[in-house]
Every structure is written in structure tokens, then in C-alpha cells.
């Protein structure tokens, strides 16, 4: 039983990196690196809290995904269309998303770093599965954006690797010149890429506020886009690859939380548990990895 409590806890955790790391696959997939899905994973949580507080869970989560997507918008015309670097535009959307929802927080909530408490999904059980006693943390009582989460994984499998948008997201991603000789629209593509992530993130943030937390916290991100990325680098640009990272460092963000409990060892030691774990792979596992051949690397057609 402990067990299944340690692994339902770890899937709580590692929903919101999953979600969001089945978007960066999208975004890099096409080419496009995402840094900025902290910031979308922010903006998200933030809409999503005001919408769940106002309308519903329901609407919170339509004003993540459309905060989700225009964050990515944001990103996609300055990388696609004006080819800024990468990195430098993915990380202005992080500083422009902190900034506009402290300033929105203070005009709406008249707080600068919470919402008020808002309105949760109703809990699901999976039938007969929940009758198992073995399983029953794993199978009752779970937000249906959590089920939504595992359906995406093969959903994200079969999209790439059995549709002509995926195999012609993938060829933009491997080489955008050639794709173009073969008439597939690059610029397009390279959109549809990014703002899926948007759209993933948007989600993210959405779970985080909605079902993790139950309010909008500032920070509440704590640096999930981050390991998101780290988790699509561990799960070598596969969403069951990706699955599986999210679900270790889930674990690791779990496991912190428990001994935190305990007392033994002071907090802010057990806290960094999830950042050095994700150090600590990544240094083992990037040399490994076989990223997109052209990510990170503007399109000039002229240029190729």
C-alpha cells in the first residue's frame, strides 16, 4: 500500500512537468526551442485560478490553454517570423509572464502573490479498478485533468508518428530546407509546433492552480518548465520517454515532501532534492540523447 500511496503521489507531482514536456516535444520537434514554458506554465496557472474562481474549473481551464497559446503566439512570431535567438526570447516571456501576473493579481485579487481559494473538478474513480485495494490510490479519487494527462501520451505518440502533420512536423524539425523543397510549408509548421506547447503548458499551469494547489500561488511553478525540458531531453524526444522522466522526478518532488515531514533534515536541503536529481541526469543522459538536427536553429530560406 505504501508503495501505491508513494506512486499516486509521484503521478500528482509529475503531471504538470509531463504535460508540459509533451509540449516542448511539439516546439522542438518543428525546431523550436522553448524556454519560455516556465513562463507559459505561469500565465497559465494564473488565468486558470481566475477563471475556476469566477466560472468554474471548467472556464479556468479554456483561459489557461488560451493563455497557454497566446504566451507561445508571442514566441512563435519573434522566433519564426523575426528569428530572434531562442533562448533569449524564451526567457523574456518567463520575466514578461512574472511581471504581468503580479501586476494582474494586485488588480484583480488586490493580492500581489495569491488568489483566493478556488473550485476544484470533481474527483473520478476508475470503475472496478477502485474496488482492488491494492490500487485504490492509484484509481480513486483523481482529477480527470490527470486521466486527460495519460491520454495525451499515446495521442502525442500517434499524431508524430502516424499522421502526415507529424511526419511533416518531424522533417521541419530534422531539416527545414529540404522540407521545403518538398513543398511542406515551414513557417507553418514551425507555428503548429509552438503553439501546441503553448497550449500543453497552458494546461500545466492550469492543473497546478486548479487541482495541485487550489488557488494561484506566485512562483507555484517553482521551475517546471525547466525540468520539463529536462525530462523531454531524458526521454530522448518521446512522450513515453517523456512519461517516464516526468514520473522520476514526480517521485524525487514526492519523496522531498515526505522527509520534509519527517523533520530530520532541515527544509530547504530536501527541497533542492528535484533540481539536483535533475542536474544530476542530465549531465548523464544529454550526450546520449539525439535532439532534432535543426533545433534551435532559425529558418532563413534563403540561407540553406
Not at 35 to 53: D, P, R
Not at 125 to 148: A, E, F, N, Q, R
Not at 268 to 294: D, E, N, W
Request: net charge neutral; aromatic share 10%.
Amino acid at each position: 500500500m505504501i508503495i501505491t500511496e508513494m506512486l499516486a503521489s509521484a503521478i500528482r507531482m509529475g503531471i504538470p512537468i509531463l504535460l508540459a514536456s509533451l509540449g516542448a516535444i511539439y516546439s522542438e520537434r518543428s525546431g523550436v526551442v522553448n524556454i519560455g514554458l516556465e513562463g507559459m506554465m505561469m500565465t497559465g496557472a494564473f488565468w486558470g485560478a481566475l477563471g475556476a474562481y469566477f466560472y468554474g474549473p471548467f472556464m479556468g481551464v479554456i483561459l489557461a490553454l488560451i493563455a497557454g497559446l497566446l504566451m507561445a503566439l508571442i514566441h512563435s512570431i519573434a522566433t519564426v517570423t523575426f528569428r530572434v535567438d531562442h533562448i533569449v526570447s524564451g526567457v523574456a516571456l518567463n520575466i514578461l509572464a512574472y511581471g504581468s501576473c503580479r501586476f494582474l493579481s494586485i488588480a484583480i485579487f488586490k493580492m500581489a502573490t495569491t488568489s483566493p481559494h478556488v473550485e476544484r473538478f470533481r474527483p473520478v474513480d476508475i470503475p472496478v479498478l477502485k474496488d482492488i485495494t491494492l490500487l485504490k490510490p492509484l484509481v480513486s479519487g483523481i482529477s480527470p485533468l490527470i486521466i486527460l494527462a495519460f491520454l495525451l501520451v499515446p495521442l502525442t505518440c500517434f499524431i508524430l508518428e502516424n499522421t502526415v502533420f507529424g511526419l511533416r512536423l518531424r522533417s521541419v524539425g530534422e531539416n527545414p530546407w529540404a522540407a521545403d523543397s518538398l513543398g511542406i510549408k515551414v513557417l507553418y509548421m514551425k507555428y503548429c509546433g509552438v503553439l501546441l506547447s503553448g497550449l500543453l503548458a497552458g494546461l500545466a499551469g492550469a492543473y497546478l492552480a486548479i487541482e495541485h494547489t487550489g488557488m494561484y500561488v506566485e512562483g507555484m511553478t517553482q521551475g517546471k518548465g525547466y525540468i520539463a525540458l529536462a525530462a523531454m531531453i531524458v526521454g530522448n524526444w518521446s512522450p513515453i520517454g517523456a512519461l517516464a522522466a516526468a514520473l522520476i522526478f514526480g517521485l524525487a518532488e514526492s519523496l522531498s515532501f515526505r522527509v520534509v515531514e519527517g523533520g530530520a533534515i532541515p527544509y530547504q536541503f530536501i527541497k533542492m532534492i528535484p533540481y539536483i536529481l535533475t542536474i544530476v541526469v542530465l549531465s548523464g543522459f544529454v550526450s546520449k540523447s539525439t535532439p532534432p538536427a535543426s533545433v534551435g536553429i532559425p529558418y532563413d530560406r534563403d540561407s540553406g
